[in-house]
């Protein structure tokens, strides 16, 4: 009975509890172990969301305990087979730290590396190129004050100019001066991207942000007239949004979803933790 129960537990202990292939085991400690099943589940989590676009977008997180070292996803695997030994760690200048077949996407490079290097708070950045983002990203006047989720989030959103594919490195300075201190960034006619102190934070504000850019979406269509919200009330749910997501805010850092997403992950697509 007793190994009958131990074979139940562990069968049932949340992937990144698991213990590490032995491959990895030998060349990688355990937090940056974690951070990479962390971010492994992050891929898998955005497929499943269909927030992807085939091989375009990207999610990276700095290597823990290091300042000018980060895991990106390798160019030439689909989101939906990412693993956490799959992840190439580089260097701010894009060279691989480790080894992998696959090459870095060098426009994904350029974004993430500049806000990581220059943005404190920002150990987490990922970059969607959704329907509704874009399409939010491509209208004039951007996140409408429509929807308490656009409400809750405005404070924290900012907007980029679009210059091009970005490949360009004197792009770098832009984009961390647009970012500033908010945790959401709108690239003009391009996308989404959203920064946190960690995997969790950053999901959770992508999720808001992707939710808030759909509803708006989904509300303009067929033509009907919106329901503008007086500037009063904009005004105190903005403040609302704040608070509740600012820092020691009940929303902060995302944690008890992340927890949540990663079970989901567990059972519906196993195996990012190899």
């Not at 962390?38 to 992807?52: I, P, Q, V």
């Not at 956490?84 to 580089?90: H, Q, V």
């Not at 007086?230 to 609302?240: F, R, S, W």
Request: with cysteine.
């Amino acid at each position: 009975m007793k190994r009958r129960a131990s074979t139940t537990l562990a069968k049932h202990r949340p992937a990144s509890a698991r213990k590490r292939p032995l491959r990895a085991a030998r060349s990688i400690n355990a937090a940056e172990w974690q951070a990479r099943v962390e971010l492994a589940a992050a891929y898998r989590l955005t497929a499943m969301m269909g927030w992807t676009d085939m091989l375009g977008t990207h999610i990276s997180c700095r290597v823990p305990g290091t300042h000018d070292q980060f895991l990106i996803n390798p160019y030439g695997l689909l989101f939906e087979e990412m693993t956490a030994s799959d992840l190439i760690k580089c260097d701010v200048d894009g060279s691989k730290l480790s080894e992998s077949p696959y090459e870095v996407n060098s426009a994904g490079f350029t974004i993430h590396s500049a806000i990581h290097m220059n943005c404190p708070g920002a150990d987490a950045v990922m970059h969607c190129h959704t329907q509704y983002g874009v399409a939010v990203a491509s209208q004039k006047d951007g996140l409408l004050p429509l929807t308490q989720m656009a409400l809750t989030a405005l404070s924290q959103v900012r907007y980029h100019d679009f210059e091009g594919v970005a490949e360009d490195l004197n792009e770098r300075e832009r984009l961390v001066r647009d970012l500033g201190d908010g945790g959401m960034l709108i690239l003009r006619n391009h996308g989404t991207l959203t920064a946190g102190r960690s995997i969790g934070e950053m999901f959770a504000r992508m999720y808001r942000l992707e939710r808030a850019c759909k509803f708006q979406i989904t509300a303009m269509t067929g033509g009907a007239e919106l329901n503008r919200l007086p500037d009063e009330v904009v005004k105190h749910t903005v403040a609302q949004g704040r608070f509740i997501y600012g820092e020691g805010g009940r929303g902060a850092g995302g944690k008890l979803m992340w927890a949540a997403l990663m079970r989901k992950l567990d059972r519906e697509s196993p195996g990012y933790a190899a």
